[in-house]
């Protein structure tokens, strides 16, 4: 045993388990938390079951949200424009779209993209369900699917087959723009960026 | 509220209130939880509550040390030099010595160091317990006390002050040396330490 207490040892070993954390920064960590008062670590207690009791995903958007929210907030709101489904791939790209405060339409979260090397089919993602938004009787008009893939592999494949599934149904597939980020140096953006950026070039 | 989940919002306050976790980071480890099985969430719960109730100060060294093994491990070994002790200002540094394998002899941990602009006097660390293991009947014969602070103007305080304190105890009162730590280039040490590496040269 390296440390003189059995129950800090073991406190740093959870927080080691966290990804990014290493032994230092978990040492750190368990450090503060001896530190606080047991309030504090209560909280976190708390909270971190609470999350693992409470959140689920959202029935028809497979966003997360809490029990008892299901449909979540985004999928039952009045102000969101029910006629475009934004797709992404996990619950974190939702948010930065939402941070934008610039999109208006509703999501659907694919909870992974396919993948075959990593042995992850359409079936292993959302894809069903997302297909039974445009099938189901009761479902709205929905006008356009925006995919808003990672500009990955994977995240290319999964939206050439999502544009194939959906095309026939009568939807207007489209995809985010790739081109040099707000802010970047012409200078020091990549050739595959460049090139995309000429490929999608808008007239001014 | 910014996310879709006020459970998950909650773990995501919590852990961006550790030190060195922003709000990203703590979206990262939150979504890392829900990922994960609930029993890894329980552990992590547990460890937290169990560090807080269970992890006390050792009554001699006052370093860190589990309910029921006071004094601690390291203060009760057969192993370990009773006629040295190495005074410390935190857990860790203990830690850091003791990793190195080489120091054998005791420990006493100050949990801070003399600073009066922060309003931290003496009697806000640990030196009433320090001068307690010389002065109490059942004291071991301790020959010599290395001061081991930070070479920081707080630690060079708190070193003076004690080796004033223990020299008329009649302590044999060292502190660690200061120097080029070992696999440095000279040409980028600073002046205080080349200074001080060639004040403490010693007899090849």
Do not use: W
Not at 14 to 20: D, M, N, Q, R, T
Not at 154 to 162: D, N, P, S, V
Request: charged share 25%; net charge neutral.
């Amino acid at each position: 045993m390296r440390y003189t207490s059995a129950a800090l040892e073991s406190l740093i070993d959870e927080f080691a388990k966290l990804p990014g954390v290493g032994r230092k920064t978990a040492q750190r960590l368990a450090m503060y938390i001896l530190r606080e008062p047991r309030a504090e670590a209560e909280r976190l207690a708390e909270a971190l079951l609470e999350a693992k009791d409470n959140v689920i995903r959202c029935s028809v958007c497979q966003n997360i949200t809490d029990v008892g929210v299901d449909p979540c907030a985004l999928c039952t709101s009045k102000a969101r424009d029910r006629s475009v489904i934004c797709v992404v791939e996990s619950p974190v790209d939702m948010l930065a779209f939402e941070k934008t405060g610039h999109y208006k339409g509703l999501y659907h979260v694919l909870h992974g993209v396919i993948s075959p090397l990593d042995g992850i089919g359409p079936d292993d993602i959302k894809v069903r369900e997302l297909l039974l938004r445009f099938t189901m009787p009761q479902s709205p008009a929905v006008r356009e699917v925006v995919l808003a893939l990672n500009p990955t592999i994977e995240g290319e494949t999964t939206a050439l087959y999502l544009s194939k599934l959906l095309k026939p149904l009568g939807i207007h597939v489209t995809k985010i723009a790739r081109g040099i980020p707000v802010g970047a140096e012409l200078e020091f953006i990549d050739e595959a960026t460049l090139s995309r950026a000429m490929e999608g070039r808008t007239v001014v």
